[in-house]
């Protein structure tokens, strides 16, 4: 099964048959990318040297855009079109919002997902996020010298689909080959497991600018498992931010603020914060454009104070996740703290009281979730030799359901089920001669289908008339391994099929992906032909490559006229790989997908028959 | 019908060597994950995402008591028919209504201790039976007797979810 490597003794594999991979943490407040290099992961820096891109988006008259450290010292000047933290915005509605009365935009309710009015025209969260993605793709392709065959973006543990599916669409507008989407808290284990040689239960404690992820791992030898995951995808750095924000409003006794004089005392207060980490006090001074001079003081046991309910918000989820994973505190053997709000003494001090023991600091917390990441993508890219690698068991941390009679929502896929999962359900008409069901798919773990989130509403029609409750259709959830639903729905009593696969509503529809890909080339002077030129060889080569090494290890499970099939679709393909015509080249790619079918369903069972064999001689 | 403990190499058997189910479960999965496969052309990816799914599934259900002795009995031909099937003998359900005032005592006084001693009991009576099905399906391979003791073992699972929420609803 094991792919054939010749090369010399001594002798690594040519460097051009390493894949270029990164890895993207895109975060609330900072992005970055990272990459193995030499076997050693590390995080690309740009070109003075500064390793984090401040996740800070700014929209200038005549579609010019500025992304990270440019935009962020504009960002009092400019506040209506500096877009700060746009990732509390992806995949949520206006109502979803916290503070939407302090954040200085111009919002537009969109059906599904929040958009912005710049001075550029609207945009939506997965516009804005894929500049920072683009912005870090150009940054890592510089630095490697080469187009990125993919890219593994990570992503709160507790995002729901909704807020994953947008993350994703932001990494193909990007023109990311995205390989997966992970799990921060997941990332984090990675390297820190790796590097510590650990083995045992772990926390992973994530405190990000905008989102908090508490998740449960079962580290051993080449398995990653995570074993219950918990969090608020509404509680971060950001929100101490808001509080200190808010006292300092309150203590001056400030009338109510234009968007200028916000962002500035904002941005002071998230300074003053960083500030107390390291001294028991700090001053907050600003010149407001009234004229009036803010100067205040404030010590740790009054942010502290202030603070004191955000931290407490942590311990639900920490125990949540503890009980779905049938563990005491004191059954975890250590826990790593991630991202940069877990500076604060105060959550240092929540952490180690509550869990008895004194929480692991020894990873950078602003690098670790990017360099995990990059390890993921080098496993993803088959660049690290199979017995090198790892096996990652990753978890959905929200249920998914459908609405049922009375609002209620059905349980279909629950909560910490590992992933990739898949949960049929069937459901019947409940009138004579009905002809049409429709269906409301829901995630949440609240029993009112109103207090869980709606992914989706989508409608079966042609069942054939019948009495009532004798329709069966079935409706099956797929969760795939980035964690993304989909659903499809089957009606089969009468042998009549018909069904449909949604995807769900907020998402974008590929054909839009495509137009916003071809504006931001024409606004980035790419030329859109040859990039898609040159994405297409990449992944027709891969395929090749792909096809050529699985008939070499299993021809024998091909019949003759099979195997010649598919060489002729090889073949196919081939010839056009060095022409211009990239639809020509998808097409023959599809072809050879297709006519590689059998073949891979027959490779994956006989690898399953391997597996179980070699244990059952190993067990005797 | 799929046979999931057939699908490990395992010979079907309420009493598991949770080991083996582990190690069965990762070798496969090391062949089938999809990450295996995040390269490959279209055609191993549907195959990867399929195998994957079904190994889950299949895991789920033979690591849970109530799904694994239900799948037991289904192959065995006896329907545990948890939806309507519900007449139990009295003193459980006298037993079961007793323990579900305590949990809403316990709720409303926000004890999260009466919460811990009501799970600690809990797990004790949920041993108890599951020795009692072993021994009916594995040892008197009394297939019809397993059933009655699953659905009480169903009742206690569902408890267990309850005193979930209800820890949820104290902190």
Redesign the interface.
Known sequence: MALLQISEPGQSPAPHEQRLAVGIDLGTTNSLVATVRNGSATVLPDALGRPLLPSIVRYLPGGKVEVGYPAQARQADDPKNTIVSVKRFMGRGLRDVAHVEAAPYDFVDAPGMVQIRTVAGVKSPVEVSSEILRVLRERAELSLQGTLSGAVITVPAYFDDAQRQATKDAGKLAGLNVLRLLNEPTAAAIAYGLDNAAEGIYAVYDLGGGTFDLSILKLSKGVFEVVATSGDSMLGGDDFDQRLFCWVVEEAKLPPLGPRDMRLLQVKSREAKEALTFHSESRINARLSSGEFVDLAIDTETFCRITQTLVHRTLGPMRKALRDAGLTPDEVKGVVMVGGATRMPQIQRAVAEFFRRDPLNNLDPDKVVAVGAAMQADVLAGNKPQGEDWLLLDVIPLSLGIETMGGLTEKIIPRNSTIPAARAQEFTTFKDGQTGMSFHVVQGERELVSDCRSLARFELKGIPPMAAGAARVRVTFQVDADGLLSVSAKENSTGVESSISVKPSYGLADADIERMLRESFQHAKEDVHSRALAEQRVEGQRLLEATRSALQADKNLLRADEAAAIEKAMAGLESLLSGKDHRAIKRAADALNHATEDFAARRMDEGVRRALAGRKIGSL | MHNHFEL??LTPAFSLEKD?LE??Y??????????RF???????R????Q???RV??A??ILKNPVTRAKHLLELHGVDVAFETNTAMPPEFLMQQMELREALEEATEKKNSQSLDRLRSDLRREEAILEEQIADAIDGRKDYQGAAGLVRKLMFLDRLDQEI?LA??AV?
Do not use: C, M
């Open positions: 490990f190499g083996l190690k069965a990762r070798d496969i999965q090391s062949k089938v994950h999809p990450d995040a390269h490959a052309g279209d055609a191993e549907r195959a990867s995402l195998w994957t799914t889950n599934e895991l789920q979930d820890y949820e902190e």
